[in-house]
């Protein structure tokens, strides 16, 4: 039996007027216990309904907008935008040479969403003024935000609503991306015989390929990156959230072969340009280095003690690292908010506000290791011993901090491919894996000599780097921009 996504089934349209029709939620719940996932029930149950017991159409609206603006985060970092004009410049320079025509040619981007690609492609003009950018969506509310995304951005491009394949100026070629997955059966070889009466000149659809690393990438991305609060209630925000963790699992499940697409394809078009890509995970920026600075008792001038130069080098790499960590902690608040194409300021301005929020929280460690000092009988001793965990405590972040560098060299020097794999088994699990550093690097401390001390210090800093991403989205991203 088919895996069913949440996102598909609680909205309906009439497929050629794209007039929405009511859903009603007993319906959907019934659907979704008839094919075994009781999980995904529980979690419709929850989405609030007039009193037809029909879903409420706003409640619904903003769920999807919230999950399509995460999800225009994978686009980006994917650099969905770079791969398809790798295909798109070459096809339409063919285009242009075999049909000896002037222009404009029409690029139609089917199932649009937000209107990522096409947004990236107006803001780049990296085809040409001469080809006109257009995106068509069955969905009313996700073609309007498209369009006052690019109205706000003075973007080249338009938005419709309705059947991609029923515009009354003909596309010279279609596209999509995350499209394909969404049809199952007859409905697959229906969408491309539509396709096949068109006159446009050539097709190019990306989708996930089914290989062995698309759900480890697509579990990856989503643990370390999708955060899906919607409105404030707690409630309604872990329900956003459960509800888009869950349509991936689904998605990952309904991914097929390319070769089955292809051969659903051939049913309504003899001639199909086909492009399947893997899921790739984001990239996850930034290293954990909370600057603690543990505590213990060690006799004076005990063997092994560094050196007064030695221990504020520690401390200071420590602070340093943690600051830096606080800065790629804003910028991941304020990622999957802004589903704008040009925001380099947004983005500097939360990667400092991280760095602001950073600093007052790692106050808290420095107090600490200051009051285990000054209420030490012996501070000399226990400076010693406070340096000596701080070491300890350094070298395993130095460790990560390095994996990550190397993993983040990776994702831009290599090509898209092996980028994506640099993401899938670096970048994306090295963010999972920042509360592990941190006890780490606690654990270091106290093998180093730093005692019940600096295991203190060493958790308040660690604590206190953590912080810095939920403080600065519940602050200035508790909602999309």
């Excluded at 596309?171 to 446009?200: C, D, I, K, M, N």
């Excluded at 300890?392 to 990560?400: I, R, V």
């Excluded at 899938?424 to 963010?431: A, D, E, K, Q, S």
Aim: hydrophobic residues 45%; positive net charge.
């Amino acid at each position: 039996m088919h895996q069913l996504e949440i996102s598909d089934l609680i909205t309906a349209v009439e497929p050629r007027s794209g007039r929405r029709l009511p859903v009603r939620r007993a319906e959907v719940i019934q659907q979704l216990l008839e094919s075994g996932d009781e999980r995904a029930a529980r979690i419709v149950a929850e989405l609030p309904t007039d009193q037809d017991g029909a879903l409420d159409p706003h409640a619904v609206d903003r769920l999807l907008i919230s999950v399509h603006t995460e999800l225009q985060r994978l686009s980006e970092e994917l650099r969905i935008g770079e791969r398809l004009v790798h295909l798109l410049g070459p096809l339409f320079t063919a285009i242009r040479s075999t049909t000896g025509q002037p222009g404009p040619y029409r690029l139609v981007d089917v199932g649009c969403g937000l209107g990522y690609l096409v947004r990236w492609l107006a803001a780049t003009n990296a085809l040409g003024a001469d080809v006109e950018l257009v995106g068509v969506d069955l969905d009313a509310t996700l073609v309007g935000e498209a369009d006052r995304l690019a109205r706000a951005e003075g973007l080249d491009c338009r938005f419709v609503h309705g059947n991609a394949f029923d515009l009354p100026e003909a596309a010279t070629v279609y596209v999509s991306t995350g499209v394909l997955h969404h049809f199952r059966g007859a409905a697959l070889a229906e969408f491309f015989q539509a396709q096949a009466a068109s006159p446009a000149h050539a097709f190019c659809h990306f989708d996930i390929a089914a290989t062995r690393l698309a759900p480890i990438g697509a579990w990856v991305f989503h643990h370390a990156r999708m955060r899906h609060p919607l409105g404030r209630p707690r409630r309604r925000r872990l329900r956003a959230a459960r509800t888009q963790r869950r349509d991936t699992a689904a998605r990952r499940r309904r991914t097929r072969h390319p070769t089955a697409a292809v051969r659903a394809a051939r049913l309504g078009e003899p001639v199909l340009h086909h492009v399947a890509a893997g899921h790739r995970s984001a990239p996850a920026p930034g290293s954990a280095a909370p600057p603690g600075d543990g505590t213990g008792r060690t006799p004076t001038g005990r063997p092994g003690a560094p050196g007064r130069g030695h221990r504020m080098t520690s401390a200071t790499l420590l602070a340093l690292l943690g600051l830096i960590d606080a800065s790629f902690s804003g910028f991941r608040a304020h990622a999957g908010r802004d589903a704008r194409i040009r925001k380099h300021r947004a983005t500097a301005r939360a990667a400092l506000r991280g760095l602001a929020v950073g600093a007052v929280l790692l106050l808290a460690p420095a107090l600490t290791a200051a009051i285990v000092l000054l209420t030490a009988s012996d501070r000399a001793g226990t400076f010693d011993t406070l340096a000596a965990g701080g070491l300890g405590y350094l070298l395993p972040l130095a460790l990560y901090t390095a994996v990550v560098l190397v993993s983040l060299a990776a994702y831009f020097a290599l090509p898209f491919r092996a980028s994506t794999l640099a993401v899938v088994i670096g970048l994306g699990p090295l963010t999972l894996l920042r509360p592990l550093a941190i006890a780490a690097a606690c654990l270091g401390a106290l093998i180093n000599g730093g005692g019940a001390p600096a295991l203190l210090v060493g958790t308040i800093a660690g604590a206190a780097v953590l912080c810095v991403e939920p403080v600065v989205h519940r602050r200035w991203y508790h909602h999309v921009q």
